[in-house]
């Protein structure tokens, strides 16, 4: 019965034409796959893989490389270990020699999964066109379910007042350079700036933060500053780069209690919003 | 700001140059897919989106434009003319950047100079948090690179060469270098691996080459063992760099990174053990009194020694303009030249980068340190009026530390 379900369940899921719900679903297959290919052979492994043509070559233990089945080309483990967050994935952690990273059985199973996982979330992006009703009825009764547990995700409304003691510490500290008039590298500014129009900061008051620098021109950094905030060119509204990013760019001077629980500086804000709500004295008739 | 005189002279030597050194300036691969960009001295302003199908086109608009500094892209694009979002990217070369400006180097930058912008005091070095005589935070900064600066700058690129052929498997045919004719080096790798990179992939390249977010216990540093000398990767640069580092520390520097009393003494009085511990296990679990957590922090800078300070930005930037070969530099006068991975060690970026290799100029000097130039070294000067090697002259007249004489500077 497992081999026709999976093109039924796609084809369900892809009707429900919710991207979360076909995130979540891919996840879960992919999760069930690579649980499965952890206790396969070195040949079951190295036919997936083929598969999704990842350079991947079984290898013999060897007594400096103890406990690794699989040497596989840097290129294909960046493209799937990058996203994945815990500190052994980081290629910086890893055995790599000659362009190749060193793997056992489990952690090539765990790429896969996130190869398994892209390959699933294509196959749903078809458009299905029409479902007979009684079908169509079960995908709402699925979507249904989905939201009753999951929830619709809605972000807490930001304050439309700037609140700066709620900055995490590498943009406090990129505040207090610029607005002392001292050098702020190309990312710093570009960091800073888009922090400040996502929180709610205007357009105005940003520039008017630039003018203590010394090469200072209102007409450039009025330009840049609009074209960050989605006011001209391709009217993208830019985010600040994740908190990894910042790292990789000494932008990061090292965390506090809350930087550690989160990626992002946008979500520090929003964490160090409520920790400061829930530490407010109460107003008076409040 | 350069005085206009002196903007045509240099205007005029650059013109010159692109005149007679047409032929030497080789376009990159696929040159019909890079956007090339301009920067015009006299216009101060770039010139960018430009894209040329044969190496005549190029070299044509060079001499027509006389641009203060050439850049093409390291990416690939379908439509390289549009604007950035509808160019159509399709790839680019891995690209580094090595600047003496961030690398903490054993001359530390002593010949940079700083000028308060409210009183003009000066003084040399990076410039101090407020001025000593006013209290004003804002400075102009003049930088200076010294054989120290470029010296240190050529290490770090062969540290990264290193990284990138033994760790990455980068051959050495993929990958080409160059002095970039101010104060560092470029290296591109040109390879089909890697051609298709984002961002996000580079930046895992860049952590791993600058030792970003490394675990010493991921590469088997704990209580009772650590790394081997000969061991891949990054587990025996770390082994390495430990060996480096407990080699030449004195006590003073092992008291700076924070080490205990006891650790220090430990590991200053058994150096000789230490030595030899690398033939079998290495020192980890045998040296008495050195904590695990001291051990990591000795680590930590085994790895600083170990990384190449590279340009973490110029290498996840996957639209990033770099400098063309054999183009001149506007800040320097010098042109970016390319060297080879085997001749890296001997080349003299100072000599090998003269574009000017005839002639002197009479200028009038405000202010330079000793530098050299060629074979010649000149300076230090304080407004003097001194007849120099064109190339020195003009080095000096780039970087805004001179002017050209009203007599007119002769050009011989």
């Known amino acids: 019965m497992e081999i026709p379900s999976f093109p039924i369940a796609t084809m369900m899921v892809a009707a429900t034409e919710d991207s979360r719900i076909k995130r979540t679903y891919a996840l879960a297959e992919a999760k069930r796959a690579s649980s499965l290919l952890k206790g396969e052979g070195k040949q079951t492994i190295m036919k997936i893989a083929n598969y999704f043509t990842l350079k991947l070559r079984p290898i013999q233990p060897q007594p400096n490389l103890s406990n690794y089945n699989f040497a596989l080309d840097f290129t294909d483990y960046i493209r799937n270990a990058a996203i994945i967050q815990d500190k052994k994935w980081k290629l910086t952690n890893r055995l790599l020699s000659k362009g190749e990273v060193f793997l056992t059985t489990v952690e090539i199973s765990r790429l896969l999964e996130e190869e398994i996982r892209r390959y699933i979330e294509q196959k749903l992006q078809v458009k299905v066109k029409s479902l007979p009703p009684s079908i169509m009825n079960r995908v709402n009764r699925l979507k249904q379910l989905f939201y009753e547990k999951r929830g619709k995700t809605s972000w807490e409304e930001i304050p439309s007042e700037v609140i700066i003691a709620a900055y995490p510490p590498c943009i406090r500290r990129l505040h207090e350079t610029t607005s002392s008039g001292r050098h702020v590298s190309h990312i710093g500014r570009f960091s800073l700036t888009t922090f400040l129009l996502n929180i709610g900061m205007t357009t105005e008051n940003v520039i008017d933060l630039f003018r203590s620098f010394a090469d200072f021109k209102e007409r450039m950094t009025r330009y840049q500053v609009e074209h960050l905030a989605g006011l001209r060119g391709s009217r993208t509204k830019y985010i600040p780069p994740t908190c990894d990013t910042l790292r990789t760019h000494g932008v990061c001077l090292g965390m506090d209690e809350i930087c550690r629980g989160i990626r992002h500086p946008l979500v520090y804000y929003r964490r160090k919003l409520r920790v400061l709500k829930m530490n407010a004295p109460v107003a008076p008739g409040a | ?412």
């Open chain 2, 1 to 412: 700001m350069i005085k206009i005189e002196t903007q045509a002279f240099i205007q005029a030597r650059f013109c010159e140059y692109y005149e007679k050194n047409s032929m030497n300036i080789q376009p990159p691969a696929s040159m019909e897919k890079r956007e090339f960009g301009f920067f015009l001295l006299k216009e101060r302003i770039m010139l960018r989106h430009k894209s040329y199908k044969t190496a005549e086109e190029l070299r044509d608009s060079l001499q027509k434009l006389v641009p203060s500094n050439v850049y093409y892209s390291s990416a690939y694009y379908e439509l390289p003319e549009e604007k950035m979002e509808e160019k159509g990217w399709l790839g680019a070369d891995l690209i580094f950047d090595i600047d003496a400006d961030h690398i903490p180097t054993p001359c530390a930058k002593t010949h940079d100079t700083w000028t308060c912008r409210k009183c003009k005091t000066t003084g040399s070095g990076t410039p101090p948090e407020r001025c000593p005589k006013c209290n004003e935070q804002k400075f102009e900064e003049k930088a200076w690179s010294c054989e120290v600066c470029l010296e240190s700058a050529k290490e770090e690129t062969i540290k990264l060469i290193d990284i990138l052929t033994k760790d990455f498997g980068v051959s050495t045919k993929e990958i080409s270098i160059g002095f970039s004719g101010h104060r560092g080096y470029h290296l591109h790798v040109k390879s089909k691996e890697t051609v298709a990179l984002g961002s996000i992939g580079r930046k895992e390249i860049v952590d791993y080459i600058v030792g970003i977010g490394l675990e010493p216990k991921l590469h088997g540093l704990s209580g009772i063992a650590g790394p081997n000398l000969d061991d891949l990767g990054w587990k025996g640069r770390i082994a390495r760099g430990t060996y480096e580092y407990l080699l030449n520390a004195t006590p003073e520097e092992l008291r700076k990174l924070g080490l205990p009393k006891r650790a220090i003494q430990s590991l200053s009085e058994h150096k000789e053990r230490i030595l030899k511990s690398w033939k079998i296990k290495g020192p980890w679990a045998m040296i008495k009194g050195v904590s695990l957590e001291s051990w990591g922090k000795i680590v930590e800078e085994a790895v600083k020694k170990q990384a190449a300070q590279i340009d973490t930005v110029v290498t996840t930037d996957i639209h990033r303009l770099i400098r063309l070969g054999n183009t001149l530099h506007g800040k320097t006068g010098l042109k970016k030249t390319e060297t080879s991975l085997a001749a890296i060690e001997e080349f003299d970026p100072l000599k090998s980068a003269v574009a000017f290799p005839r002639g002197t100029a009479t200028i009038f000097v405000f202010e330079a340190p000793k530098f050299r130039i060629g074979d010649e070294s000149c300076g230090p000067y304080h407004n003097k009026k001194v007849e120099l090697p064109l190339a020195a002259a003009l080095f000096l007249l780039c970087k805004g530390a001179a002017r050209i004489t009203e007599d007119g500077s002769s050009v011989r």
